[in-house]
Every structure is written in structure tokens, then in C-alpha cells.
């Protein structure tokens, strides 16, 4: 699984309710942009006609972009900050490219100061199902 958000978001157990943690415990392996070499980033990120000034949305988008036209991924776990007006952009442009490429499934988790732990769980849970009966199959 790719997992890919802001940096200092993933990287605070408390602001990202400990999913890296989650995930493994479902058995899941994960790569996050911050692993992804910066050429692969750009070079997707030169692909697009709209250029995006904020550097961590480049890194989030271009890795969200490398791994569904590569298919490399099984699936793709976005965080997403409720308040961040470039994270909403970034994921909207993301949304679109995932029905461009629907192959590797993309779940875009939106956060803020309201989101529940059990609610996280669930949604994660309820992906990483799919992923693995899709794989099955």
C-alpha cells in the first residue's frame, strides 16, 4: 500500500492516528512518498497541465500519480487535512487521475480535530479487505 500525506502528519502517531501502526497490524506492507525517488515524483508531475506550487503537494500528487498509471501498489491510503486549501486541491486532482486509472484502488481519508480513532480503523479495515479478496480473485 502506498501511503502518502503530509509528512508531518504521517509521522505524528497522534495527528495521524497511529496508521502506520494499523496497517501492519492488517498485514499490510506500506511505501510513503517520502521513500519515492524525486525524479519519479517530478517526472509525474510534469505530466500534468496544472503546475503545483507547494512542494508537499507535488511530492503527495506525483507519488499518487507514479503508482496508479505503474501499478506497483495494490491500493493507495491519502490523508488529507480538512483545513489545508493546497491538500484539497492536490486530492481532487487525485480523485480525477484515480477514475483515469482505475486499477489500484485510491482511499482518500479526510482529517480533522473530529476524527475518530474506531472511524479510521474501520475505513482502513473495510480497504484493505477489498484489497486482499481483489487479489484472491
Not at 71 to 92: N, Q, R, W, Y
Amino acid at each position: 500500500i502506498a501511503l502518502v500525506g503530509h509528512s508531518y502528519v504521517l509521522n505524528d502517531h497522534y495527528c495521524s492516528l497511529d496508521i502506520y501502526k494499523k496497517v501492519k497490524e492488517l498485514g499490510a506492507d506500506y511505501i510513503t512518498a517520502e521513500q519515492m525517488p524525486r525524479e519519479l515524483i517530478e517526472s509525474q508531475m510534469n505530466t500534468l497541465d496544472a503546475n503545483l506550487y507547494f512542494e508537499f503537494e507535488r511530492e503527495i500528487l506525483g507519488t499518487i500519480l507514479y503508482f496508479l498509471k505503474k501499478k506497483t501498489v495494490d491500493g493507495i491510503i491519502h490523508l488529507m487535512i480538512f483545513g489545508c486549501g493546497p491538500d484539497s486541491i492536490a486530492g481532487e486532482i487525485a480523485s480525477r487521475m484515480a477514475k483515469r486509472y482505475p486499477k489500484v484502488p485510491l482511499l482518500q481519508l479526510v482529517f480533522d480535530d473530529l476524527t475518530a480513532e474506531a472511524g479510521l480503523r474501520t475505513r482502513v479495515e473495510a480497504f484493505i479487505d477489498m484489497l486482499q479478496r481483489r487479489a484472491d480473485h
